[in-house]
């Protein structure tokens, strides 16, 4: 594995790590962190159980952190900023993320317009222990941003997590006919971060060949 900090800039600036597996790929993963306010980062647990399962299987990772805190609207931007620096030099691109990430992964998702940069290289979603909301905004709610993907999507779920609001989001996924998994644990993965990183990962894989 090789690993470089870039910079990428949009509507705002960010940082953030790509990991690079030994062979050549035109796939990556595009992986946000959870909650910045709750100090989340790019170096969470769950991000590197996902990126080690990506790099195993020769897909590059990038994982980034959100700007300053605006409530949500910020870091969905900064998710489609990631989206776009991944499409502009891969060919492949996923995208994941865990808790608020999955959230606003799914809400990034949902705004890809499917002629654009983005939109003709993104190939799946998989979401792992999604927030339904960002906070109690109706506006970014996770459940109705499903119909809006265009790709395959996947929702990864802890069946004892009781720090998110996940149920209406795996029961639109159910309604929708998407794939969706559960993991016997609760919200930190406690003793499952293989497993999750794996449930989480290999669905890009898949998508990815």
């Known amino acids: 594995m090789s690993q470089e900090t870039v910079t990428i800039s949009g509507e705002r600036t960010i940082e953030a790590t790509l990991d690079t597996p030994e062979t050549e790929t035109d796939a990556v993963a595009v992986v946000a962190p959870p909650h910045p306010v709750k100090r989340g980062d790019r170096d969470d647990p ?5 990126r080690d399962y990506l790099l195993d299987h020769d897909v590059a990772v990038l994982r980034f952190d959100y700007a ?17 620096w991944a499409a502009e030099r891969y060919d492949q691109v996923g995208l994941t993320g865990y ?23 993104l190939v799946a979603v998989s979401l792992l222990a999604v927030d ?8 970014f709610d996770a459940a109705d941003a499903l119909e809006d993907i ?12 009781d720090r998110v609001r996940w149920e209406p989001v795996v029961e639109r996924a159910r309604e929708l006919n998407l794939e969706e998994n559960n993991v016997d644990t609760g919200h930190f993965f406690v003793g499952s971060l293989e497993i999750a990183g794996r449930k989480a990962g290999e669905f890009l894989v898949e998508h990815a060949e």
């Not at 300053?68 to 990631?82: F, M």
């Not at 808790?99 to 290289?121: H, K």
């Not at 265009?150 to 997590?161: G, M």
């Open 68 to 84: 300053e805190w605006t409530e949500g609207e910020g870091e969905i931007a900064d998710t489609y900023a990631a989206l776009s």
């Open 150 to 161: 265009d790709v395959p999507v996947r929702v990864v779920y802890a069946s004892e997590d």
């Open 46 to 50: 769950r991000l590197k159980a996902i």
């Open 99 to 121: 808790s608020f990430g999955a959230t606003v992964a799914a809400l990034a998702a949902a705004d890809v317009d499917e002629d654009s940069a983005v939109g003709q290289r």
């Open 132 to 139: 339904v909301r960002i906070g109690d905004q109706d506006e």
